[in-house]
């Protein structure tokens, strides 16, 4: 379980997080929602340790990591899927697959493991591909893909479904379900997609100005006014 307890971070003098505390727990998927500014990939910059937290704690699955390097978050687990996907366009659809299991031993490290393609068939079609040469949504499956090669225990998605055709968007959800449902993994899932996050959420939680302001089940959010909360 992820627990996050009482953080803040500042740029400068703005108060950017505010006393955040929440949990997400393995098997579930925990959906965070929030208008844009809120502060929601400062946190998940947080949890990575791309951005040192400047009060509070983070600890995952009992341990605390509030002051780990990212690659000892990565190997501890946790796998990011940023916003924006972030892949290398000149190396192969296979090659950045390969970077996802840096984590591993030389020897453990030359494969991609057949379930990424089986969950995401379009990459072992194009893996051949550059990277750079795939449509936003072929990118954004790829960029999943690759954090899955690290057989992630927490997967941190940012806003997965922006800019991407609603028939990928529906394909990511059906790889997200199938994930939550091995109930061996934690997904931490930020979205402004309403719709989608609401399907898929187990719990939700709301943030504005750098505050959760409301949080609860998935199946609650239309009954308690989610939709409104996050609305542009």
């Given at each position: 379980m992820l627990?996050?307890q009482?953080?803040?971070?500042?740029?400068?003098?703005?108060?950017?997080?505010?006393?955040?505390?929440?949990q997400?727990?393995v098997g579930?998927?925990?959906c965070l929602?929030?208008?844009?500014?809120?502060g929601?990939t400062?946190l998940l910059?947080c949890?990575?340790g791309l951005i040192p937290?400047r009060?509070?704690?983070v600890?995952?699955?009992g341990?605390?990591?509030?002051?780990?390097?990212p690659?000892q978050?990565?190997?501890?687990?946790?796998?990011?899927?940023?916003?924006g996907?972030?892949?290398f366009?000149r190396?192969?659809?296979?090659e950045n697959?390969?970077?996802?299991?840096?984590?591993?031993?030389?020897?453990e490290a030359?494969?991609?493991?057949?379930?990424?393609y089986e969950l995401?068939?379009?990459?072992?079609?194009?893996?051949?591909?550059?990277?750079g040469d795939l449509s936003?949504?072929?990118?954004?499956?790829?960029?999943?893909?690759?954090a899955?090669?690290s057989r992630?225990r927490?997967?941190i998605?940012d806003?997965p479904t922006e800019?991407?055709?609603?028939?990928?968007?529906?394909?990511?959800?059906?790889?997200?379900r199938?994930l939550a449902?091995?109930g061996?993994?934690?997904?931490?899932l930020?979205e402004q997609?309403?719709?989608?996050?609401?399907?898929l959420a187990d719990?939700?939680?709301v943030?504005?100005?750098?505050?959760?302001?409301?949080q609860?089940r998935?199946?609650?959010?239309e009954a308690?006014?989610?939709?409104?909360?996050?609305?542009i």
């Open positions: 627990e996050v009482q953080l803040h971070q500042y740029y400068g003098g703005s108060h950017i997080l505010r006393g955040l505390s929440f997400a727990r579930e998927v925990t929602l929030g208008r844009n500014g809120v929601k400062t910059k949890l990575m937290a009060e509070g704690e600890r995952w699955e341990r605390p990591i509030t002051h780990a390097k690659h978050r990565v190997q501890a687990g946790i796998a990011y899927v940023p916003q996907r972030e892949i366009p190396l192969s659809v296979e697959l390969l970077m996802g299991l840096s984590r591993f031993p030389a020897r030359r494969t991609v493991p057949s379930f990424i995401f068939p379009v990459l072992q079609e194009m893996k051949h591909r550059r990277g936003g949504g072929q990118q954004q499956q790829l960029a999943i893909g690759r899955l090669a992630p927490l997967l998605l806003e800019g991407i055709q609603p028939s990928v968007i529906k394909e990511i959800g059906v790889v997200i199938k449902a091995r061996d993994m934690a997904i931490l930020v997609f309403y719709d989608f996050a609401a399907e719990h939700y939680l943030m504005s100005r750098g505050e959760i302001v409301q609860g998935g199946a609650d959010m308690e006014g989610v939709r409104g909360l996050v609305a």
